[in-house]
């Protein structure tokens, strides 16, 4: 089955500053990779996914690019605001039929004023 | 419109005890997932309907686990025997369609603590 790896497990940044978040996936067959961002004590909303069509994805402050061949994707957050505080997921899955999301563990993201 | 709603949003059983955890998914969405989520780790997969078909069940990790959807709509997980490892908030989330992949959008969760 599908394994999705990710890192770091916690960031810390300045406001202002940017934020990665990298994903590794296991499985070549893969070809949708959504993010989700969870505050404290509330459910994942998706914020963000790319299809592997495409290479990079950008809305706002918000970007997620795609490399297929090394089967890794990235989250990227410019100009970070205390409200991006949150834990971040990436997942994988197969764009096709029914399918299942695997997620990573998540990211911790603090953004200090 | 509303969103998944999911009850009790906190549950404490005994260990032994027999737990339901309710799930209303948006109306009209014909997915219906079950995720298990540890603490400080990412949702885990437990089960699949479309529509009243329980079409996988692969992520549930015991036979004490046990979810169904029977007419489509309101989903019900239920755990029999609670044991503390099944301490977790349990994510229910709907989707649109039974087709291609569409987003999945989460309930609040259930926080089920087992002592």
């Known amino acids: 089955g599908e394994n999705v790896e990710q890192h770091p497990s916690t960031l810390s940044v300045q406001e202002g500053d940017s934020a990665v978040i990298k994903c590794t996936y296991s499985d070549s067959a893969s070809n949708y990779f959504p993010w989700y961002k969870q505050e404290l004590g509330k459910r994942p909303q998706l914020i963000i996914d790319i299809r592997s069509n495409v290479g990079e994805k950008k809305d706002q402050r918000i970007a997620v690019t795609l490399n297929k061949t090394a089967k890794h994707f990235s989250l990227h957050i410019t100009e970070t605001q205390p409200e991006d505080s949150a834990v971040y997921f990436c997942?994988?899955?197969?764009?096709?039929?029914?399918?299942?999301?695997?997620f990573g563990k998540g990211t911790m993201l603090l953004v200090s004023p | 419109g509303a969103g998944v709603s999911q009850s009790p949003r906190y549950k404490v059983a005994k260990r032994g005890q027999d737990v339901a955890l309710r799930c209303d998914p948006i109306s009209g969405h014909v997915s219906l997932f079950w995720y298990q989520q540890a603490l400080g780790q990412g949702p885990e997969f437990l089960t699949y309907?479309?529509?009243?078909?329980?079409?996988?069940k692969s992520g549930l990790p015991s036979d004490r686990f046990f979810a169904e959807r029977p007419e489509g709509s309101v989903s019900t997980l239920k755990i029999q025997r609670t044991q503390q490892e099944d301490s977790a908030v349990y994510l229910c989330?709907?989707?649109?369609?039974?087709?291609?992949?569409?987003?999945?959008?989460f309930g609040p969760g259930t926080r089920l603590t087992v002592l």
């Open positions: 309907f479309q529509n009243e078909a329980q079409l996988d």
């Open positions: 997942a994988a899955s197969l764009f096709s039929g029914y399918s299942t999301l695997t």
């Open positions: 989330a709907s989707s649109i369609s039974g087709g291609a992949v569409y987003e999945q959008f």
